[in-house]
């Protein structure tokens, strides 16, 4: 059974980073494409970034792009999401997941974490 934990969330200021870490067991972490999600208050659950199973490939929202950075160690069946420079409106719950197939995407993921808060104050 897949089971995916999310940690590293936590209250930060605008313009101060954080690192995210997804820990994967169960199933052959290097084998599949990772992706990080994120929902607000309110809104619909939205795609942040994603890694190709080897890392090789990397896919990020507009939003992050030049901010955030998706990278894993497949040795530890981790994945990360470092986030620099970070803004009011990145407050949410961040979800990693894990993909059907070796490719970073912003859709076909099938099994999630249970989320981790990411609030930003002004």
């Known amino acids: 059974q897949v089971q995916l934990v999310e940690s590293g969330g936590g209250l930060v200021q605008a313009g101060d980073s954080l690192r995210l870490s997804c820990a994967a067991s169960g199933g052959t972490f290097s084998s599949y494409g990772m992706g990080w999600f994120r929902q607000a208050p309110g809104k619909e659950r939205e795609f942040v970034a994603a890694i190709s199973y080897g890392g090789g490939s990397t896919y990020y929202a507009d939003s992050v792009k030049g901010r955030f950075t998706i990278n894993r160690d497949n040795a530890k069946s981790t994945v990360y999401l470092q986030m620099n420079n970070l803004k009011p409106e990145d407050t949410a719950v961040y979800y990693c997941?894990?993909?059907?197939?070796?490719?970073?995407?912003?859709?076909?993921?099938?099994?999630w974490g249970q989320g981790t808060q990411v609030t930003v104050s002004s």
């Open positions: 997941a894990r993909h059907g197939t070796k490719v970073a995407a912003t859709s076909g993921y099938e099994y």
